[in-house]
Nanobody, 125 residues
Framework: QVQLVESGGGLVQAGGSLRLSCTVS????????MGWFRQAPGKEREFVAA????????SHADSVKGRFTISRDNAKNTVYLQMNGLKPEDTAVYYC??????????????????WGQGTQVTVPS
């Protein structure tokens, strides 16, 4: 398993932008993919975006397509989530997660064995 540490959350006005970072330590398998998930109060955790570590292929949830972009920097072992056009409904704790392998693209947190501690994103209405 790898260790994940998120950063970059905060409070931003509607329409604003934030960039989340997830620093990965430990051995990353070539078949691995990294994901961002979020959980709002009283709601289930939901998939936001994922990226294949080896190829950089990406997948985004419909709710964030066109606004959020996942990317990675192999040299820095870091995954990013650029969030533009933030809305109050994006308010949640955002988690970075890693999965060694599996079917692509992921649509749930099933099989993601490593998780960060989460970072809060708040967009006031």
């Amino acid at each position: 398993q790898v260790q994940l540490v998120e950063s970059g959350g905060g409070l931003v006005q509607a329409g604003g932008s934030l960039r989340l970072s997830c620093t990965v330590s430990g051995r990353i398998l070539s078949s691995a993919f990294m994901g961002w998930f979020r959980q709002a109060p009283g709601k289930e955790r939901e998939f936001v975006a994922a990226i294949l570590w080896r190829t950089g292929s990406t997948s985004h949830a419909d709710s964030v397509k066109g606004r959020f972009t996942i990317s990675r920097d192999n040299a820095k072992n870091t995954v990013y989530l650029q969030m533009n056009g933030l809305k109050p409904e994006d308010t949640a704790v955002y988690y970075c997660a890693a999965k060694d392998s599996g079917s692509w693209p992921p649509t749930s947190d099933r099989g993601f064995g490593s998780w960060g501690q989460g970072t809060q994103v708040t967009v006031p209405s």
